[in-house]
Structures are given as C-alpha cells and as structure tokens.
C-alpha cells in the first residue's frame, strides 16, 4: 500500500512539472469569485501543439464550471494561447485536455490538465469528490482507477467528514475492489447504513430524499426507488413529499373519470398555493382543454403555472399553445402568449441545472443558439396569437402577426399557424406558400403535404401538378443534402473491426467489406433512441440491399448486452431485415470515434472513414444517410 501511494504521488508530482511547463493555470490556488487564467506554451519542452498552430480548443472532459462551453476556445497572444474565466458559486473541479485539429494535448496517456477550485488554502467542498468521478474520463480502463478515485475519496472525508456522498461512494469503490463475496456484502452493508442514516436526517423534504436515492443508484440498487417512496407515503401521509407521490399515483390512472375525481378531491383537501398543488392544477388544465371546457380549462391554467423559474416562459406558452390547438378562449390564450413573449429573452435553453445550496444554473448557450431560440419563440408566440385574432374574427390583426411570425425565426411550429391564418382569411395561395416552406426542409411531411394540396388544389386544380412539384421538391433537397455533405467529407483511415462477428459467431473479414461502401449502425436492446432510430435505418437499408457495393453492418454493441440479446430482439422484430452483427472489442467506440449510441459511421471504398453520426437525429436520418451513401457512390 506505501509503495503505491509513493508511486502515486511521484506520478502526480511529475504529471505537475509536465503542466507547470506546458500550461500555466493563475492563481495557483485560485477561489470562486477569482478570475482564472490559463496560458498554453507551444514551444514549451513536452508540448504536442507546435508554434505554428492556427487555434488552440480547450477540451473539458469532467467539469463543473457549467457557465463555460465543453469546446472553449483559446485566444493567440504573442507565441502562446490564452483563456481567462470567471469561477462561479458552485465551482469544484474540472480536467481538459487541449487540442489543434488532429493534436491533442494531454500531460499523460491517461491523465489530463486540471483546475482545482479552493477555498483559502483547503480545496472546496466535493473538490476531491468530483475530482474522482473524472478518472472515469481520463483513464477509464486502468486497472488501477478504483484505487486512485479511493485515495481522492478519503482526501475528501478528511477534509469534509459529513459528506454523504463521498461516504457512499467510498463504500461502493471498496465493493468494486472487494475480493470476496463476503467482503463485497460488507460494504454494501455499510453503505445501506449511511443512506439509511441520511433518509432518517428529513425523510419528507424532497432534496433529503433525491440524496438517498443518488445513494441507492450508486451502489446498484435501483429496485430501492418505489419501496423509498412507499416508506414515506406510510409513515407521513400528510407530508407534501407523500402528496407528491399520490398526485404521481393517480396521473398514472387510466380510467379518465376515476382520475379527474381524485385530482379534485386532492385539491379540497390540501393547500392550493403549496408547490405541488401546480401539478394536479397542470393535470387538470390538460383534461378540461381536451375536454372543451373553457371555464374549467382557464380555471386550472392561473393556477398550474407555480412560483417563476427559468421554464416560466415556455410553460406560458404551452398554456396559450393548447388553449389555440383546442380552439378554446382565444383571449386568453392571447394574454398568455403576450406574457410569455414579454421575457422570451430568457428562454429556458440546455440543461438547466438545480441545486438547492445554488438554485438554478443556467448552462452555456453560444450567442448564435439562444439568438435562433429565442427568435423562434417569438415566432412561434406571434403565430399562436395571430390564429387566435382569426377565431375572434379580426382579420386585419391576424394578418399583422402572421406577417410578425414569418418575418421572425419562423420555424415549422410557426409557419403550420400561420398557414392555418392565410387559410381562413380565403388566400390559399398564401397558405400554399407558407407551406411550401416547411416541405423545402422536409419534403416526407405527411401533414403538411396534406395541408399543401388541400390549399393548392383551391387556386389550381391540377393534381398531378402538385405532385410533380412535390417530386422536384424531393430532388432539390437531395442536390442540396449532397452538396453539404461533400464539404464534411472525414478522410479518415477506417477504422479495424477485428472483433465483429455475425449473429452465428462467424468473423467479419476484411475482405467482406473490400472495394465496399459499409454502413456500421452502433446499438443496444436497452437504447431507447437506437429503437426509433431502426424504421428509418429499415428504409435505408431497402434502398440499397441488393446493391453489391453497399454494405450495412447493423452491430449490437451495447455493453449490458450478449450475442444472446442480440438474437433475443432479431426473433421479437422480424420486420427488420437488414443484416446484424455482434461486437466483442471492448475498444470499439474509442476506434470508431464514439461514447454514445446510436452512433453511425459510413466507410467509403477505400476504407476510409467519411461520416460519422452520434445520437438520434430523427426522421432527417433517412435523408441524410442515403444522400451520404449516394455522395460515395458518385465517387465524391
């Protein structure tokens, strides 16, 4: 154990001298508040980006420096590379990693640069906490990781000895290392005390129990959840936290009629301004407006919208939004979208985080993003009120905020009410136009071509004009998806799938995919964005299966997943039929260029990596991946 420690402690000392040389972070111990600088040397013994770069990223890989983008970019002064920031209240911890296109800057193969947030002379509270949890990023598959994050652990236990979840986690590190069965369970053991002794410090404040709920995940045992809630629901039925639970209980009811009566009866009995009365007021609103009663559903939306927080204008706008889809209180609606576009500037955007030391933490949002944002609201806002100006038959105001809306950010929301105006003002041709916007951007939206003949069909009753505008339509967006796409062209080397096989165990071969165009799908049977992302994969993949230049490899990849569940889900889903594959290198995502699925990457003949795709895209994929497969078969 010493000699570990020691070897430790000469890695972190030489890991230090490596970024005192190549990146200076001032002030050394900087504190929240503090301005933190920090400066990259090029020409610095041990530095990978040379003098000659022309942008230097700052890549963070763990922080909680939420106000800052995760790619920050550096500004050139003089020979060196520098970026200053402010550390905000919550500030523990961060690590990066810095990079110029292909260079990457790390002080070690599995370590990265870090900024330590302190106070005085002591790092804040969950420094060393979070500070563990980065390992995962820099090196996760070190055999020695779960070591390292429990030295880091008990440095913060030493420092803060209250804190629940370094406790937690220092048990759940034991169980990771734990050599026996027995000894893993003694761990658990331990652990189940501490989150039991937390539960018992506020059983019925909600921040108490989110804590104790965090503990039971940590520790894998997430089945704990409903009995946790059922404990509180016994013990303090008059609690809000058990209110809460109930109000859950019952938006889950399927009977409509036995639903709404215990929502009502709920609201006699509490305290109609408490937080969660909101919820059962929301619940409310939304029966009463399918409903088509106005009274009621007016009634219910005052009081559903709770105290002002950062989701406060969309909630306005949802409200006002429902009322014009119902076609119920058009006044009203107005009143609600007038509210909401008077603080459109602070539209809720990212990942809003809370937390009950810090209140809400408004995430980084590049000016580019919130700008488009918030026009779009405003678009969206101008169309909700201008289709309601239409039902209370005043025509020339309808007008003038469609006219608003188009001009303002008009997206697909926007643009199918402002159609809707045009329409019941008798100017079909308008509407048509309008619509014909939204079909540039997707010419396969069945509502809107819907919407498009019906409109069309009243100034020109040629059907098969319509049609063949809507087929041209289709092959303006291919030329335009196309010519896109040769501009983000990878150039890659490709990447070795040694470790593919087919659902029967035979191996993927270098030369099934030779001279081939090969499309690899990465998935899991848990994943839920992989399971919409199979009926468009499904449609691409008829496009193109008898080609015999084009491959698609469709691979489970998931890492709770066997060959098993793979065969497992082929049996339960036979209308998929593109070919399936099971992966068995634990290295895939780190050659292929992913950490998330769906992930798909497209190999051109050469063997070359052009296109990559992380993440769910929705219907768009079907577009985008058979004009990139089209771009390759045209040679580029």
Known sequence: MFKHALACCLLVLALLQVQAQVVQITPEKPQRGEKVTITYHPGAAGAAIGKDATEVIINFTYSTFYELPWKLPMTRQGNDWVVSFVLQRYATFATFYLQSGELIDKPAADRHYSVAVYKDDKRVRDGFLHESYSLGAQMPKSPGIHALQLELLRKELANYPDNYEAKVREQSVLMAMAKTPAEKLEHRIEARKIIAAQFEKNPTFGGNLNKVTMGYLIIGENSRLDSIRKVVSKRFPKSDLAKDYLITAIGKEKDTVKKIAQLEALLKTGNESGENSTDIHRMLFEHYTAAGDAAKAVYHARRSLGAANPYTPLTLKTIAGELTKAKLAPDTAITYAEAALKIADRWPIGVIRYFPEYGHILPFVADSTRSRTVAE????????????????????????????????????????????????????????????????????????????????????????????????????????????????????????????????????????????????????????????????????????????????????????????????????????????????????????????????????????????????????????????????????
């Open 377 to 636: 609201a405003r678009s969206g806002l101008y169309s909700i009120i201008a289709l309601n100006k239409s039902y209370l038959g005043n025509r020339a105001e309808a007008l003038n905020y469609a006219a608003k809306a188009e001009a303002a950010g008009a997206n697909k929301e926007s643009l199918m009410n402002v159609a809707l105006v045009y329409e019941q003002a008798a100017d079909p041709k308008k509407a048509f136009d309008v619509l014909w916007h939204v079909l540039l951007k997707d010419p396969s939206d069945t509502v809107a071509i819907a919407a498009a003949k019906k409109n069309f069909l009243k100034f020109n009753t040629s059907e098969t004009e319509f049609n063949a505008k809507v087929k041209n339509l289709e092959a303006l967006k291919m030329t335009r998806l196309k010519a896109a796409l040769k501009k983000q062209l990878m150039n890659k080397p490709g990447p070795e799938l040694s470790g593919l096989t087919d659902l029967k165990g035979n191996a993927v071969t270098k030369a099934m995919m030779q001279g081939k165009i090969v499309v690899l799908d990465f998935w899991a049977t848990w994943c839920v964005p992989c399971m919409q992302e199979m009926p468009y994969l499904q449609k691409v993949y008829e496009q193109y299966k008898h080609h015999p230049n084009v491959m698609f490899m469709v691979i489970n990849s998931g890492a709770r997943n066997t060959i098993k569940d793979a065969l497992g889900w082929e049996a339960k889903n036979p209308q998929y039929t593109f070919p399936l594959y099971f992966n068995n290198d634990p290295d895939i995502g780190e050659k292929v260029g992913f950490t998330l699925i769906p992930t798909i990457a497209v190999i051109d003949q050469q063997g070359k990596m052009q296109f990559r795709t992380i993440g769910f895209e929705g219907a768009e994929l079907e577009h985008k991946l058979t004009a990139q497969i089209e771009v390759l078969l045209e040679g580029k």
